[in-house]
């Protein structure tokens, strides 16, 4: 009985930390969304482990912690992807911006040597 109680406030205290605004409006609406469905599962999961058994039973896996795992391999990979198309994204505005930089310096500087007096 302890444990579900330990599991579920940890789900809830994850998710709360997971959906709150991070200052850019990054999160969407149907991020939140599935979040929300995400923390009802795993809720219903700590509290009727049986209802994941017959789940899986009911998709052709064998038990319940097998079906998770198979769940948490997909939500695995589809992050990873996620992320690495998140950091090309960054890597690409980064480079704009340093080239944007670049120009502005030596166009700062063309500017500060025609201004020098001659000798």
Not at 9 to 23: H, S
Not at 59 to 86: E, P, S
């Amino acid at each position: 009985m302890w444990i579900q109680i330990l599991l579920i406030a940890a789900i809830v205290v994850l998710a709360v930390f997971m959906m709150r605004r991070t200052g850019a409006d990054s999160h969407l609406a149907i991020r939140r969304i599935l979040m929300g469905l995400f923390v009802i599962a795993a809720v219903l999961s700590v509290l009727f482990p049986q209802w994941l058994s017959w789940l899986a039973q009911l998709v052709g896996v064998g038990r319940g912690t097998d079906l998770v795992l198979y769940a948490l391999i997909v939500m695995f990979l589809a992050f990873v992807y996620t992320q690495y198309r998140r950091n090309v994204q960054l890597q690409r505005q980064l480079t704009l911006l340093s080239r944007k930089l670049a120009l502005l310096e030596a166009d700062r500087a063309t500017d500060s040597a025609d201004r020098t007096p001659e000798k």
